[in-house]
Structure formats: structure tokens, C-alpha cells
Nanobody
Framework: QVQLVESGGGLVQAGGSLRLSCVASGRTFSKFGMGWFRQAPGKEREFVAAISSWGGTTEYAESVKGRFTISRDNAKNTLYLQMTGLKPEDTAVYYC?????????????????WGQGTQVTVSS
């Protein structure tokens, strides 16, 4: 089993930047694609970004494209989400997940492990 721990969340003003990190336990981090999802108050969890196991391919939700960048450092078992140009609508709890099955990157059911989440709050 793998454990994922997110960090880096906090309070930031609109237009600001923040970098989230997700550290994974275990020895097989580099074998899995990884993704970031978020859940805002009163809304369902939604896809944000995903990255292939080797880091060569990335996917983004239209709402964050051009503002967020997903990356990973397999030597450190760490996944990152660099967020710039933050907007109040980005306010949510952000979760990292491990993609265990082949299929669409935005399908929650294909991810088999999740972190506890880190809160991101963007003020206007």
C-alpha cells in the first residue's frame, strides 16, 4: 500500500502563486501516473491535472490550463502542482492521487490511493 501526503496549501490573494507537493511512500512511485483533484465547498471533487509516470505527458482541466503546471521528481517520490494567477474560484481542498488503471486521466475511479488533502484559499 502507498501513502500520499500533500502540503503547501495556504491563504493567498487573487493573482498570487502557490506550489503544492505530494510525497509518496513505497518503492513504485515511478511506475504510476499521478493526478491532482480538488473539491470546493458545496461541490463535487473535480479533475485538475495529471502526469504520466515518466513525466513526459501532462493533462489539464480547461479551467486551469495556462495557469497551473504539474510536475514530478521520481528520485524524491514527489509530485508537484505549481499554481499561478490564482483566482477565488480555485479555492478548494486539493488532493493528489495515484492512477492505477489505464483509461481517461480525468476518471476518479482509475485512481486507487489518495492523500489527506491540503487547503488552498484565494481571497479577492
Amino acid at each position: 500500500q502507498v501513502q500520499l501526503v500533500e502540503s503547501g496549501g495556504g491563504l493567498v490573494q487573487a493573482g498570487g502563486s502557490l506550489r503544492l507537493s505530494c510525497v509518496a511512500s513505497g518503492r513504485t512511485f515511478s511506475k504510476f501516473g499521478m493526478g491532482w483533484f480538488r473539491q470546493a465547498p458545496g461541490k463535487e471533487r473535480e479533475f485538475v491535472a495529471a502526469i504520466s509516470s515518466w513525466g513526459g505527458t501532462t493533462e489539464y482541466a480547461e479551467s486551469v490550463k495556462g495557469r497551473f503546471t504539474i510536475s514530478r521528481d521520481n528520485a524524491k517520490n514527489t509530485l508537484y502542482l505549481q499554481m499561478t494567477g490564482l483566482k477565488p474560484e480555485d479555492t478548494a481542498v486539493y488532493y493528489c492521487g495515484r492512477k492505477a488503471k489505464s483509461g481517461s486521466y480525468y476518471s476518479e475511479g482509475l485512481y486507487d490511493s489518495w492523500g489527506q488533502g491540503t487547503q488552498v484559499t484565494v481571497s479577492s
